[in-house]
């Protein structure tokens, strides 16, 4: 039995689908009975329902799971300590196996939330299981959050400068390397960057979204202040705010990408490059 935490959101439900198709057994670990039944659907064996903040919930999810496959909630102020503690109810309840959904350069101190995970990243290297690391770039379905406006106003907003250069990568491949990442125990104890192919600017998103809707698309820069004030008002948390602005202030300094080798070699074919993903997904 693979349990995956966060399996509810959009990187767990594109994860336990791909693992279903190939015929895994799948316990998926949510927060609501509706989020349950919508990951029964999605062929999931199992669902637990609990929260990372409560540990019997964290033991009972484990229990009898011969592998993890973790996926934190994007942004979490407790990203650290919900790692621990799964690591400690894993450790409890016997799991042979541990792999973690961290970030493309964990490393970057700059952005809090990639701190955290090379911390948790840390902690796997002590707990004694075998672990797997996992280090998507930012996914190409982020823009799909853009799409009212390109497709209404024809504008592509962004938070940082339209020269930034970003290297997407499809949640469709990470989730199929990622099921080869959680089925093949041979594959153990790697660090794998999963980067698509292409570096893009944000000029060259737009041009590409405009070529894909046959009508003008352009980029605009909306101010970081501007920005975070739309964010606070629609009610998003301190915590998040300040690590978004932190990560767009990065992304505009030094952009952010990495090498597509690792993912090529997994998938056994090239990454999907944006135009395909505008193909399949616009
Ligand atoms: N987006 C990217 O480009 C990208 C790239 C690389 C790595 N990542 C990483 O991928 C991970 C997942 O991101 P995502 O956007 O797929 O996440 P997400 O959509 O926010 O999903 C997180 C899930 O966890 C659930 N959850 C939240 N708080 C919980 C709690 N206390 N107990 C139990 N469940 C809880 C959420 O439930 P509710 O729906 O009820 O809130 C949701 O179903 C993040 O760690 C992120 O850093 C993202």
Redesign the pocket.
Known sequence: MILV????????QAVVRSLVVQGAAVRA????AE?ATTLLALGAAEAVV????TADDLVRACTGAATIYH??????PD?LQIGRNLLTAAQQAGVARFVY????HPQVEAMA?HWQ?VRVEELLFQAGLAYTIVQ????M??VLAAWPAVMSEGIYRVPYAAHTRLGMVDLADVAAAVTRLVLEPALDFGAYELAGSEVLTQDEVAAQMSAWAGRPVHCEVVERAEWAAAARLRGMNDYTVTTLLAMFEYYEQHGFWGSPFVLTHLLGREPTTFGEFLAREG
């Open positions: 935490t966060g399996a509810a959101g959009k990187t767990g670990f949510v927060r609501t989020q609990g929260t990372f903040a996926i934190c909630p994007n942004m979490h990203e959904h961290s970030v493309l939330h995970k998507p770039a930012a996914y379905q982020n």
